[in-house]
């Protein structure tokens, strides 16, 4: 029973971790299936809005003005990169699309570094006041528990959005045939304006989470883009249920192995670990990731 109640909040860590990875990786999901671009920015993008968040704090104002300049800064850089730097680059191929991502994220990152630098700091978020106890120990916060429902609704609120609206019809259209949807009437280049900016929201939310739990420093941050894409990975880049669950895995073998004196050298080495395993296992089965040219124009 003790070595229960020892495990249950490293378990509850982890969960709530994986669920901000979760979220990341559905995001990832999303973007690629609209628009065909791996977006190694997401993790820069969150961690900037997690810097921008405490600047705002730090200055004394109102908690929720902190929160929205932070996902606002997030949502703006990737809702200007998808409506005015994707586009020049639609023809190239995706590996070409892909690295401009990164090139961004290094900008952001150097930027958030020079003007930042290393200085400790940690970012209070309103919801970090309670949570709940048992016997005197704290099982959850509330930041915790806020993580595990915003990314279980956001991740239900992007299925409903993809199966049920015109937007998400025109998502999976793109996902199917670019070139044909073009050509019976979709603006592709608005749809991909669209899943831009949902990124840069979601990537906002997921830094203000990350920046909260883990570490407040803008390369941190972005580096955590490595356990966000190995969720997408477990999905194949295509499925949000797996998705889900592979971020889910990767917060709870992260959280536990920490706890562990012997392999707690090797916690961050989970994501590439848990990825490698399910492409192996895809693979086994026949799957594989999914190829898709279709996003090639």
Known sequence: MDALLLS???????????????LSGVGLVVLYRASGVVNFAYGALGGLSAMVCWQVLDLDYADGWGIAAGIASATLLSWSYGRYIAPSLTHQDRTVRAMATLGFALMIMGFAQ???????????????????????QRLIGHTRIAALVFASAAT??????????????????????RVLSALVGVRVKRVDTWAWTLAGVLAGVSGLFLGNMVRLNPTVL?????????SALVGRLNSLPATVAGGLVIGVIEALATVQPHVQRYSSA??????????????????GLTRDNSHDE
């Open 8 to 22: 249950l909040p490293v378990l509850i860590a982890g969960l709530s971790v994986g669920a901000v990875y979760a």
């Open 114 to 136: 020079w003007y930042w630098g290393d200085t400790p700091r940690r970012l209070v978020l309103p919801t970090d006041g309670g949570g709940f106890d048992f016997n005197g």
């Open 156 to 177: 239900l609120g992007l299925v409903w959005l993809l199966a049920k609206t015109p937007l998400g019809l025109r998502m999976r259209a793109l996902q199917s045939n």
């Open 222 to 230: 972005t580096f955590l883009v490595i356990p966000m894409m190995a």
């Open 270 to 287: 989970t994501a590439f670990v848990v990825a490698i395993l399910a492409v192996l296992w895809q693979q086994r089965g026949g799957i």
